[in-house]
Nanobody, 121 residues
Framework: QVQLVESGGGLVQAGGSLKLNCTAS????????MGWHRQAPGKERELVAA???????KYGDSVKGRFTISRDNAKKTIYLEMNSLRPDDTAVYYC???????????????WGQGTLVTVSL
């Protein structure tokens, strides 16, 4: 059974930075695309960033140029570097695994428990 554990969330002022980590177990990891989604209060869950096994990446429009996703297969960990944070980035951030080498939405599989990111003015 795949388990995903996120860490690194917290409270930060607007304009600041945070780095989220997600460590996987119960999976080979290197053959899985991985990603981050987020859900703000009263809003639908949305894609933040995804990374394929070949290192190709995809970002949500609202975070392009500010967030960077990366992976370390040896550590079975993905990262989300978040810069220039804004109050509308406030959300619960979820790590996810795709049962595919590519980030097809239909291949979304395991999810972490989520970590809260709060950006204050």
């Amino acid at each position: 059974q795949v388990q995903l554990v996120e860490s690194g969330g917290g409270l930060v002022q607007a304009g600041g930075s945070l780095k989220l980590n997600c460590t996987a177990s119960g999976t080979m990891f290197s053959i899985d695309a991985m990603g981050w989604h987020r859900q703000a209060p009263g809003k639908e869950r949305e894609l933040v960033a995804a990374i394929a096994t070949d290192g190709s990446t995809k970002y949500g429009d609202s975070v392009k140029g500010r967030f960077t996703i990366s992976r370390d297969n040896a550590k079975k960990t993905i990262y989300l570097e978040m810069n220039s944070l804004r109050p509308d980035d406030t959300a619960v951030y979820y790590c996810n695994q795709y049962r595919s080498s590519w980030y097809h939405p239909s291949a979304l599989d395991a999810w972490g428990q989520g970590t809260l990111v709060t950006v204050s003015l």
